[in-house]
């Protein structure tokens, strides 16, 4: 208990929110400047401090960074991501989205919250108990991960290559306003073809019009909605939904008096533990008549309450004197695949709040992520000693 305290006392406030400054200063978002800039500026800060970062390629010019504090097996991964959203049009920010304006306390800028805080949190915390022990009995490994926004390609590539290998558990720092989260909401991203047959507007006779088609199915999506959340709604994560996101038909730019060949449904289905993803595709399949293709799958996982690590982090909030609240993760993260792929327990534990990731004039509380870096030194030294 003593020497977790000290870990947390070694956290440095001010090396803490200089970090998340640069980083919120350096754009991430893909397409763009993609997450090169970030790693490359990681890679020297650590080296610099002592550490022995190494590059991992998720996509050609999309790297992940690691770096280790330690040796052995039974170790517990650091984690968080580099790339952010766009920030969109620029003109809507009160504060330039990539200013790192300080005011009233807060850090304004894209990705201060989701999740630049968190990640500087994770490394003010690994450079602390550097500081204050040179190490721990097992190993700390910060994994500084690409493409969590988009097909999480990052975390992929950082499984199959062995990399969660050894390591008992993930701490994931996404925004969950200090939140201990056992629980993350599966996801399918799915595409459905309606084919038609192309005809003149003044004959609908003639052809085949997929729209009316693509139509029915998006209509009765709500019944089936609804009959999978009479039957699933999760204390923390609440209820499945099935998301129309775009629906496209057009036999191309101002051709009005043209049946389309095709129409195109896309679809974000959120999942709670419990829910078959392959028997809910079959499901949407039957209802549209229509080929589903499943563009992502990302499970819904759970960490039991009494495992080490959730112990740990509960442990370290109490330690700082504050409260221990559960909760879910509405989305999925990248401990969506750490723990579905590598098996390892996961919480989800970050600053900010949940609502504001990918808004406009995004925020976080500077404070919050010095308590969030003294809290995960504290959980590092509790979970490995």
């Known amino acids: 208990m003593e020497k977790a305290l000290l870990a947390a006392e070694a956290v440095d406030e001010k090396e803490v929110v200089d970090l998340l400054k640069a980083l919120v200063r350096l754009p991430s978002h893909y397409p763009g400047p993609g997450e090169a800039g970030v790693v490359a500026f990681l890679e020297g800060y650590l080296r610099e401090r002592g550490l022995n970062p190494f590059r991992q390629e998720a996509a050609p010019g999309r790297p992940n960074l690691v770096a280790d504090l330690g040796e052995g097996k039974g170790g517990l991964i650091l984690e968080g991501h580099t790339d ?34 968190g990640l500087a949190a994770l490394i003010g915390a690994l450079l602390a108990v550097k500081r204050a022990f040179g190490g721990l009995k097992r190993p700390l490994r910060l994994a500084a991960l ?27 720092a996404e925004p969950e306003g200090m939140e201990v989260c056992l629980w993350q909401k599966g996801a399918l991203r799915l595409r459905l073809r309606f084919p038609g047959r192309m005809a003149h507007g003044a004959m609908p006779y003639a052809g085949d019009n997929p729209i009316p088609k693509a139509a029915r199915f998006v209509l009765g999506l709500q019944e089936l909605e609804r009959r999978l959340q009479e039957a699933y709604n999760h204390p923390y994560l609440g209820l499945p939904h099935l998301t129309p996101t775009r629906f496209l038909a057009s036999a191309g730019e101002d051709q009005l008096n043209v049946i389309p060949a095709q129409a195109e449904v896309a679809l974000d289905v959120r999942t709670v533990p419990g829910v078959d993803h392959g028997a809910l595709v079959a499901e949407v399949q039957a209802l549209a008549g229509a080929e589903v293709e499943v563009l992502e799958d990302r499970p819904p996982v759970e960490t039991p309450g009494d495992d080490p690590l959730v112990q740990a982090a509960e442990e370290a909030l109490k330690l700082l004197g504050l409260p221990v609240r559960h909760g879910g ?40 992520v010095v308590l969030a870096a003294r809290v995960y030194a504290a959980l590092a030294v509790l979970f490995l000693e």
Not at 90 to 116: I, S
Not at 332 to 356: E, I, M, N, S, Y
């Open 146 to 172: 690409a493409d969590e926004e988009g097909m999480m390609l990052g975390v992929k590539a950082f499984v199959r290559a062995g990399l969660a290998g050894g390591f008992r558990g993930a701490l994931v």
């Open 84 to 117: 952010v959203v766009t920030p969109g049009e620029e003109v809507l920010w009160t504060y330039p989205p990539y200013g790192a304006v300080v005011e009233g306390g807060r850090l304004y800028g894209r990705g201060a919250c989701d999740m630049k805080g």
């Open 329 to 368: 993760v509405p989305g999925a993260t990248d401990g969506t695949f750490l723990r579905a792929w590598a098996g390892l327990p996961v919480v989800v534990l970050g600053p900010g709040q949940k609502t504001l990731p990918h808004q406009v004039d995004e925020w976080v509380d500077l404070g919050e």
